[in-house]
Nanobody
Framework: QVQLVESGGGLVQPGGSLRLSCAAS????????IGWFRQAPGKGREGVTC????????YSADSVKGRFTISRDNAKNTMYLQMSSLKPEDTAVYYCATRPTRGCDLTSTAGYDYWGQGTQVTVSS
C-alpha cells in the first residue's frame, strides 16, 4: 500500500520560513517524478515545484522562484519543500504527489497517481 505522509505545516509570519516533509512508503521516490501542489480557499490546485525523475531537473512556478526549494532524500525516501520569504498569498493547503513518468509537470495534476493528505500553511501576522 502506497502512502505519502506530509508534515511541517503551520502558522508563520510574513517573511518567515517553513519546511514541509513528505515521507513515502510502498514506493521508491527516486524512480518517480515528484511535485508539490497547493490549493487556496476557493481556488484550484496549482503546481508549485517539481523534480523530474529523468535527470533531476527542478521546475518552479514563477510565484515561488527564488523562495521555495524542492529536494529529495533517497536514503529516507522523503521529499521536502523548503519555503522562505513567505507571503500571505502563499497561504494554502500543500500537497505532495508522485508521477510515474520521466518528466514532471506543473501545469496539470494529470498523471500524478499518489497524493499526500495535505498540510495547511498559513502566512499571517
Amino acid at each position: 500500500q502506497v502512502q505519502l505522509v506530509e508534515s511541517g505545516g503551520g502558522l508563520v509570519q510574513p517573511g518567515g520560513s517553513l519546511r514541509l516533509s513528505c515521507a513515502a512508503s510502498g514506493l521508491t521516490l527516486r524512480y518517480y517524478s515528484i511535485g508539490w501542489f497547493r490549493q487556496a480557499p476557493g481556488k484550484g490546485r496549482e503546481g508549485v515545484t517539481c523534480i523530474s525523475a529523468s535527470d533531476g531537473s527542478t521546475y518552479s512556478a514563477d510565484s515561488v522562484k527564488g523562495r521555495f526549494t524542492i529536494s529529495r532524500d533517497n536514503a529516507k525516501n522523503t521529499m521536502y519543500l523548503q519555503m522562505s520569504s513567505l507571503k500571505p498569498e502563499d497561504t494554502a493547503v500543500y500537497y505532495c504527489a508522485t508521477r510515474p513518468t520521466r518528466g514532471c509537470d506543473l501545469t496539470s495534476t494529470a498523471g500524478y497517481d499518489y497524493w499526500g493528505q495535505g498540510t495547511q500553511v498559513t502566512v499571517s501576522s
